[in-house]
């Protein structure tokens, strides 16, 4: 069984390989609704020291925008480096915005991040795309939020397909909340095209209520890259939930957990 242990001390210390990436993924859980400052700074605990960070669930209204301003401008305070994008609304049911986050001197934004215009007659909030360039070789990263397990999110996940036959030349990496564990076959569509799942089966949601000692429920939070592009170093999950009192108290930051990757583009 891998050490979760020692790989949150890895990414806590950055003990990271040469010319690598690390890249982070959070659902941050509607921010932008009464956000405490307390929860500002615990974002920027947890993302501090990423390379890339790609974020869910930043409400699409003015205090959305105003609360990652502001996980922005503390991260700034810590290394003058970060630089952000953040989308418009996504277009369908259940709006919101997706960011990126990035260190500078570690990558550099090819264009404009964009959401992507493909999928979003299919999917409601469809993905949002950025290029970055590493040394000499460059990443295509798609950022997305499925709907929920109610609304069925393999009628979505079935289509993100059609955004790698449109960059098929990228070297792309899907990443952010799936609603949907890797093992469904609604991925069978990208695993056909040589994608791989970072996480195995790990669980990335928080639950309600402790039970039986387990405080986590779903393996919703992941990675999917190209195996003939993309070089998985390391890859994990950040369990914050022994840091509170209580689950309740930990879900007032998230119902998600971070999970990050560490990679070499081939």
């Not at 990126?100 to 990558?107: D, I």
């Not at 569509?189 to 990335?204: M, P």
Request: net charge positive; hydrophobic share 40%.
């Amino acid at each position: 069984m891998i050490n979760y242990f020692i790989l949150i001390l890895l990414f806590s210390t950055q003990v990271f390989s040469q010319n690598s990436v690390n890249i982070l993924s959070w659902n941050v859980l509607n921010l932008g609704f009464y956000t405490k400052d307390k929860k500002i700074d615990f974002i920027v605990e947890q993302i501090k020291n990423a390379d890339i960070v790609a974020l869910q669930e930043v409400l699409s209204n003015k205090y959305g925008t105003e609360d990652f301003i502001k996980v922005y401008r503390k991260l700034l305070k810590l290394d003058q480096n970060w630089q952000y994008s953040l989308s418009g609304s996504t277009s369908g049911l259940g709006q919101e915005q997706y960011a990126f986050l990035w260190k500078k001197n570690k990558v550099l934004l090819q264009n404009k991040a964009f959401l992507d215009e493909t999928t979003e007659s299919l999917i409601d909030r469809e993905p949002y795309l950025a290029k970055f360039k590493l040394s000499n070789k460059y990443i295509f990263l798609a950022n997305f939020h499925a709907v929920p397990q109610k609304k069925q999110p393999w009628w979505e996940i079935k289509e993100l397909h059609k955004i790698h036959t449109k960059y098929e030349s990228e070297n792309m990496i899907f990443m952010g909340d799936f609603n949907l564990n890797s093992t469904d076959k609604a991925y069978n569509e990208l695993y056909n095209f040589d994608y791989e799942s970072a996480l195995k089966n790990e669980k990335t949601t928080i639950k309600g209520e402790e039970k039986n000692g387990q405080t986590l429920a779903n393996a919703y939070d992941n990675f999917f890259y190209e195996k003939k592009h993309i070089n998985i170093i390391q890859s994990g999950k950040i369990d914050f939930t022994r840091k509170f009192y209580s689950l309740k108290e930990a879900r007032l930051m998230s119902d998600h957990l971070p999970v990050y990757i560490e990679i070499t583009v081939k």
